[in-house]
């Protein structure tokens, strides 16, 4: 019976040596300047996609993005749903945040600001399509993933010492 105590107890500190030889390996690989990169960037993408397609050129709206505003986009608040108010000041406001705002990301350039304000885009985006919630609870974990734990190393605020945090 003290042999098969003896092997099993060898057996354990066999697989935890294992196992912290793998997360060792791991931690070389997902460093934390990486991993903050890649949430810059997984939040950026979504933001960036819907922003290129409210445009036609340069400060050029297209007609679509207008529409949206004004007619099928509702805020769904309590007593609602509400029109959005001047929708197509609302629709040029959004479209140029949905691409100035991930460049910033992506740049790690006022990274804490620019997560911010997609964090508070989430929102709005919450309160038009409320069933679009899993997603959206996604955006809103990495915006404040950034905004708590900054931009990480491999960022401009970094190398111009921006971002102390």
């Not at 509702?74 to 108010?85: Q, R, S």
């Amino acid at each position: 019976m003290t042999d098969h105590r003896l092997n099993t107890s060898t057996e354990l500190r066999g697989v935890a040596a294992l196992v912290e030889r793998a997360n060792a390996t791991l931690r070389m690989i997902a460093t934390p300047a990486l991993t903050q990169l890649a949430l810059r960037c997984g939040l950026a993408v979504p933001f960036w996609r819907s922003g290129v397609n409210k445009w036609d050129g340069f400060l050029q709206l297209n007609d679509v993005a207008v529409l949206l505003f004004s007619s099928e986009f509702k805020l769904h608040l309590p007593g609602g749903p509400y029109d959005f108010p001047a929708p197509g000041i609302v629709a040029f406001a959004s479209g140029s945040a949905e691409i100035l705002l991930p460049i910033f990301l992506v740049l790690g350039l006022a990274t804490r600001l620019a997560a911010f304000g997609l964090l508070v885009m989430t929102l709005v985006i919450q309160l038009t399509v409320p069933d679009g919630w899993p997603l959206h609870i996604t955006w809103a974990a990495m915006a404040l993933g950034i905004m708590a734990w900054g931009p990480g190393r491999i960022a401009l605020d970094h190398w111009i010492g921006a971002d102390k945090g």
